[in-house]
Structure formats: C-alpha cells, structure tokens
C-alpha cells in the first residue's frame, strides 16, 4: 500500500468518525521551545493546556515533524527518519481510552478490503503504564489481547508530559510483531527492532505541578476533561505495509537510494557501510527538502544549522560512497517526485528549494576537500606521537575555516579511532562569540557612516560566502 493511501486511510477513518481534518503546520511553527514540529500535537498545543478554547472536539491530522535528536540512527535502526510524518486523532475533553483504544484496534486490524490497515491481530502488542490498570483492561476486553501482549513498563517510557507544568498521562504504544527472523520472543520490552512501535496513545488525564524531571514531577488533580493525542508513524506502517525492511525503503524515499546508489557505482544491499550511507543520502535528501520548503535557509545558528548539517552529510556520504561529482542535481528532483504528490508545494517552489540546496553543496565541496586534507594531517601527526585525541585547535580551525560542523569531525574522527578535545573546542567557540559581541559593541555608535548598508539592504539579501572565500591563511593566524 502507497504512503499516500495510507494517509488518506487515516484521515478518512477519523473523519467518518466526527474529527475535523486539520492541515500540516509547516515546520517551523511558533513554538519557542521547539526547533521544528516534532508531533502532531504541536498546533494543538494551546487546546491541551486550557490556553485557548479548542474549535472543534476532536480532530485528525498528518503532520510533518522533524526529530534532530535521531540524526544519529539514521540509517541504523530500520525505524528512524529525521523527517517524518506523525497521523494523529485528538479528543479534546471529549471521549477518552476507551474510544482511543478501539478506534486504534479497528482501523490498525480491520481488512484492507473493508478500509483499514489490515495487520493481523495476532501479530499485536501493546505496552501500558505499570500503574494503568484502567488502559489494561480495556485492551484485554475490546482487543481480547492476552496478558502477555499487554506489557507493563515505567514512568520513562510510558509517561507523557510537556516538560513543565501542565497537563500530562500515561500513555499506551501498539507494536507489530515483524517475526521471529527479526529478533528473540518475548514483546517490545525485550526487543525493539522485531517489535515495532507504530502508534502511541496519550491519554492526557492529569494536572502536573514541579516537573522536576521526566519521570519526577506532582500530580496536582484529575483533569475534568481529559484528552486524547495519539501519533502514529505514517512510514512505519508503510514499511511494514509495503513488505520492506525498513522505514528507507517506502515508495517516498526509496528512488532517492536507488538514484545514489547509481551514481556511486554501488549496489544497494551489498555492503553494510554502503547501505547505511545510501540510507542517510536519502533521508537527509527528503528532510532537507521539506525544511526549505518550509522557509528553513543553511545557517550557523540553530535552525539553520541542523539543516546545514543534514546538507553536509549527503555531501560527505557521497562522497565516502565514491561519488566525487556534484550529486545534488540529481538526488533532489528524484525526492521531489516522490514528494509531491503528498505535498504539491515541493515542486512548485522547486527553482527556489534547489537553488539553495544546490548552493550549499557548491560552497561545501570546496571547502570538504581542503578540510579533509587539512583533518588528514591532523590524523598522522596525532598517529605519530601516540595520540589518541584530536586537539580542541583543529576542531576549532576546521569548524572555523571549512565549515565542519564539529559533528563532522566527531564522526570522521570516530572512523579512525581517534577522539576529539570537544571541551577544548567549545572553550574556543564561546571565545569566538564573545569576541565577536566585544566588537559589535565597540563598533555600535561610533558614527560610522552607515549610507552603504542602508543602500546594500535595499538591493535585497547579501549571501554569506565566507565559507567559499575564507582562506587557509586567515585560519593559522
Ligand atoms: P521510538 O521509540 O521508536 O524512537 P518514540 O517512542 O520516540 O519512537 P513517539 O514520540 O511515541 O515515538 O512518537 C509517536 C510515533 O511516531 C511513534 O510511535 C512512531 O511510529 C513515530 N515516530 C517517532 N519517531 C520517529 C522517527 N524518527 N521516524 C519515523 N517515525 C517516528
Ligand atoms: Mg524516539
Ligand atoms: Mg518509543
Ligand atoms: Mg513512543
């Protein structure tokens, strides 16, 4: 079954069932405590906590989110995606687990031929709250889910909250059974990788007061009307749907592999390095598409530099796959057609999304292969005098002159078994932006005549090419 019809699946059985469809928010929404949407109940926020009223009762989306904190298992497990789409069914003070719990059974087990998703009953299993006798039992009796598939586990992994105070509950997480070739019996407390998470059920019940950590805080009293927030990952159940092996392999990512693997000569499934590689290519290709898309530019700072950093490693997974050309121009189109039957605006907004990308990449390649000499070197010298770390300095001068992000030179260090001075690095780094305020500062008032700049901003945006221009002497200054 194709992503998308999954999607409409989703949207469908909920909105046959009274829920308003509501819309993707973009990415970047306006959330202070978030980089980007990491959950469908994000937008839904300000209904959760009482801030404002909710318009509707309930509500179902697909929303896009973005998850940096999984950058690193990209690739490596079959499930993480640094992009991905989260379907979620609300309830706002309206029903509550036991409608939650049996909408989820229904859609996940009735036939594909009926509407639903198809999965066979007997390869569920759920996680509860140890505590949640409640949630327990419903799935005993509307799943008639023997004990053992109903699993008990603790406050860390079974219990939700906003990280301050405000509304928070126990929640309930339905796995697929993917088969005794994928890992040893015994349900997802034992083993993640043959179980795999497909959807998570909130059920937000309680007020909480002094969030001390996440499994430490005070429950002040019952909500009066408690909600529901569900998510579910709409490229696990693709995968698992599509009879693939991974979240990679879904008709919305795969072609990107497919296209790289071309490219670089290699064979996908021949070699594990390889694969992962190929993997990150296509992951990062797809998120960095839709982060532009969402108004997202390469930058130093925060948002900006997680897409930098998505950018960077396709360059240098490229290249580490053998493929030395500039690759972008032909990754990026394969991503947009996967893309944009789901999401129109990729390829409309293409010329501007692609310039970027593909700018980004021109700026980097340079600078990639005269800091990796530059990191080759530094590897020899530490090599020759026994050393097993790479100093703070060189981390510093080739985040400062080349543009590695310090995760770069983590990572390539890492390959070569070497560890890196990161306190050392993170010394020079607040230097550095100190230095910088220092001379803001001096600078700010002192009657400098500011006629250009004013002339420079009105013909539009300057570009920063310091990472192209930046040259090898102004770093060993
Ligand atoms: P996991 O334990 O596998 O990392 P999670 O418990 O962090 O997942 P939740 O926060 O419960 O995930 O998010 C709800 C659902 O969103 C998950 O059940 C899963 O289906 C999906 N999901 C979460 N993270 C990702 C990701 N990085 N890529 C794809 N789908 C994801
Ligand atoms: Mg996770
Ligand atoms: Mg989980
Ligand atoms: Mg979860």
Not at 195 to 201: K, V, Y
Not at 242 to 263: F, S, T
Not at 384 to 413: C, K, V
């Amino acid at each position: 079954m194709q992503t998308a019809e999954i999607r409409r699946r989703f949207l469908d059985f909920f909105s046959t069932r009274g829920h308003e469809v509501v819309p993707s928010a973009p990415l970047l929404y306006n959330d202070p405590t978030l980089l980007f949407v990491n959950a469908g109940m994000v937008p839904f926020k300000p209904y959760f906590t009482g801030a404002e009223p909710a318009p509707f009762s309930r509500a179902t989306s697909v929303q896009k989110c973005v998850r940096t904190l999984d950058i690193e298992e990209v690739g490596k497990t079959t499930r993480h995606g640094t992009f991905f789409q989260m379907n979620g069914n609300f309830s706002f003070g309206e029903y509550f687990k036991a409608e939650a719990i049996k909408y989820a059974w229904d859609l996940v087990t009735t036939s594909q031929e009926a509407g639903g998703l198809g999965f066979d009953p007997d390869k569920v299993w759920v996680t509860v709250l140890h505590s949640d006798d409640e949630a327990a039992a419903l799935w005993s009796n509307i799943a008639g889910l023997p004990d053992h598939r109903i699993q008990r586990r603790g406050l860390l992994d079974n219990y939700w909250h906003m990280g301050i105070p405000g509304p928070g509950g126990p929640c309930s997480e339905i796995y697929i059974d993917r088969g005794a070739e994928y890992g040893p019996d015994g349900g997802p407390i034992v083993d993640e990788d043959r179980f795999l998470e497909i959807w998570n059920l909130v059920f937000m019940q309680e007020e909480l007061s002094a969030v001390r950590a996440k499994d430490d805080f005070d429950v002040v009293r019952p909500l009066p009307r408690p909600n529901i927030d569900t998510g579910m990952g709409l490229e696990r159940v693709a995968y698992l749907l599509q009879g693939v092996d991974n979240l990679y392999e879904i008709d919305e990512v795969y072609p990107v592999i497919e296209r790289a693997a071309e490219l670089a000569g290699k064979r996908y499934g021949a070699d594990h390095g390889d694969d992962v590689r190929l993997r990150v290519v296509a992951d990062h290709v797809r998120s960095a598409l839709m982060l532009i898309g969402d108004g997202v530019t390469p930058g130093n700072e925060a948002r900006g530099y997680v897409l930098r950093r998505l950018l960077r490693r396709v360059v240098r997974s490229m290249r580490l796959l053998g493929m030395d050309a500039p690759s972008f121009g032909e990754l990026f189109p394969v991503s947009r057609d996967a893309m944009k039957g789901s999401y129109p605006e990729v390829a409309t907004d293409f010329a501007r999304i692609s310039d970027i990308a593909y700018a980004e990449e021109e700026a980097f390649r340079g600078t990639l292969t005269q800091g990796t000499h530059l990191f080759d070197l530094a590897v020899s010298k530490a090599r020759s005098e026994s050393a097993s770390t790479l100093s703070g300095d060189r981390a510093f001068q080739l985040h400062d002159t080349y543009g590695f992000p310090i995760e770069l030179t983590l990572e390539m260090a890492g390959e070569q078994g070497l560890e890196v001075d990161e306190a050392g690095f993170r010394t020079l780094m607040t230097e550095q932006r100190d230095r910088a305020k220092a001379d803001a500062r001096s600078k700010k008032g002192s009657g400098v005549n500011t006629e250009v700049y004013t002339r420079l901003r009105a013909e539009g945006e300057t570009p920063f090419t310091g990472f192209e221009t930046l040259t090898q002497e102004s770093a060993v200054r």
